[in-house]
């Protein structure tokens, strides 16, 4: 069974940065793609960042230039670089796994697609 498990969240300054990290377990990552999203108080759950089996990175138009996403299929470990960091960033963030091999080639915020998520970790951004 499939499980993932997210983890280097925390308390950041505005400015500073922090590495997630989304580790995989019972599940080969090598045909998945890997979704990062976030849930902000009093807003809806939104797509950040995704990486598609082959590697390609996608990212949201807030966090574009800021966010890197990267993977080691070997670890089983997805990485969510996040860099100038800002309050608006405040969220628990969660990772998800698309394990449909075609679907998972394609970059997509659809959270419908995504069949298994982490428990999230929480990041804040503040002074």
């Known amino acids: 069974e499939a499980q993932l498990v997210e983890s280097g969240g925390g308390l950041v300054r505005p400015g500073g940065s922090l590495t997630l990290s989304c580790a995989g377990s019972?599940?080969?990552?090598?045909?998945?793609?890997i979704g990062w999203f976030r849930h902000a108080p009093g807003k809806e759950r939104e797509g950040v960042s995704c990486i598609t089996s082959s590697y390609s990175p996608s990212h949201a138009g807030a966090v574009k230039g800021r966010f890197t996403i990267s993977r080691d299929n070997v670890k089983k470990t997805v990485f969510l670089q996040m860099s100038s960091l800002k309050p608006e960033d405040t969220a628990v963030y969660y990772c998800?796994?698309?394990?449909?091999?075609?679907?998972?080639?394609?970059?997509?915020?659809?959270?419908?697609?995504?069949?298994?998520w982490g428990q999230g970790t929480q990041v804040t951004v503040s002074s």
């Open positions: 998800a796994a698309d394990l449909d091999p075609i679907r998972a080639t394609i970059p997509s915020s659809l959270q419908f697609e995504y069949d298994y």
């Open positions: 019972g599940v080969t990552l090598d045909y998945v793609a």
